[in-house]
T-cell receptor, first 109, second 114 residues
C-alpha cells in the first residue's frame, strides 16, 4: 500500500527553527509537495521537490532524498502566524497525490 | 482576488436531504478536484475532472456525484447525506495532472448534518 508518515504534532518557540519530517512509500514518484493549512482554511502550496537536494524559498526550505523516501520542511525565524498544519503529499506513478495527515505546528512566544 | 471560489463556506443540511456544493475557478485550469477532509485527517480525493473526462475514485461512495458543466464550474452533489458525511469539502484546480503542477484550493465548504 501507499503511505505517508509525518509527526502528528510539534511545538516550537517564536524566532527558532523547526524541521518537519515526512517519509513515504508510494507506487512510483513524480514529486513531493508541502502545503500549509491554517485551522478551518484550505491548504496553500509551499514547495515542490522532484530532484534530490534542498529548495530554499525565503524562510522556508524543503529537502528531498528519493533513495531514502524522505523529505523535510525547514522553517526558520518562526513567527506566530506559522502556527498551522503542514501536509506532505507525494505524486505517484499515476500522477495521483497521496496525502499525509499533516503535522500540527504550535508556536509558543 | 480569490481564484478558486467555493460556495457556501458553511452548509447545514438534514440527514438524507440532498445537498449541492459549488466551485468556480478563474484560473482556466484543465483539472478540477473534489476532496473530503475530516478533522486532523489527510484530504481524501473523491473525484477529479481532466477537462470533461470524469474520474471517480474507487472508494468514493455512490452517494456522491459530480458535474462539470463547463471549464469554470464544478459541483458536488450528495444525494442522501449521512452523519458520516459531515466534513470539510475542498475544491482544487491544477493546470495539468502531471509533475510539478501544484493544486490550488478554494476555502472549502464545511458541511454539517442535522
Amino acid at each position: 500500500g501507499q503511505n505517508i508518515d509525518q509527526p502528528t504534532e510539534m511545538t516550537a518557540t517564536e524566532g527558532a527553527i523547526v524541521q518537519i519530517n515526512c517519509t513515504y512509500q508510494t507506487s512510483g514518484f513524480n514529486g513531493l509537495f508541502w502545503y500549509q493549512q491554517h485551522a478551518g482554511e484550505a491548504p496553500t502550496f509551499l514547495s515542490y521537490n522532484v530532484l534530490d537536494g534542498l529548495e530554499e524559498k525565503g524562510r522556508f526550505s524543503s529537502f528531498l532524498s528519493r533513495s531514502k523516501g524522505y523529505s523535510y520542511l525547514l522553517l526558520k525565524e518562526l513567527q506566530m502566524k506559522d502556527s498551522a498544519s503542514y501536509l506532505c503529499a507525494v505524486m505517484d506513478s499515476n500522477y495521483q497525490l497521496i496525502w499525509g495527515a499533516g503535522t500540527k505546528l504550535i508556536i509558543k512566544p | 482576488d480569490a481564484m478558486v471560489i467555493q460556495n457556501p463556506r458553511y452548509q447545514v443540511t438534514q440527514f438524507g436531504k440532498p445537498v449541492t456544493l459549488s466551485c468556480s475557478q478563474t484560473l482556466n485550469h484543465n483539472v478540477m478536484y473534489w476532496y473530503q477532509q475530516k478533522s486532523s485527517q489527510a484530504p481524501k480525493l473523491l473525484f477529479h475532472y481532466y477537462d470533461k473526462d470524469f474520474n471517480n475514485e474507487a472508494d468514493t461512495p455512490d452517494n456522491f456525484q459530480s458535474r462539470r458543466p463547463n471549464t469554470s464550474f464544478c459541483f458536488l452533489d450528495i444525494r442522501s447525506p449521512g452523519l458520516g458525511d459531515a466534513a470539510m469539502y475542498l475544491c482544487a484546480t491544477s493546470r495539468a495532472i502531471e509533475g510539478n503542477q501544484p493544486q490550488h484550493f478554494g476555502d472549502g465548504t464545511r458541511l454539517s448534518i442535522l
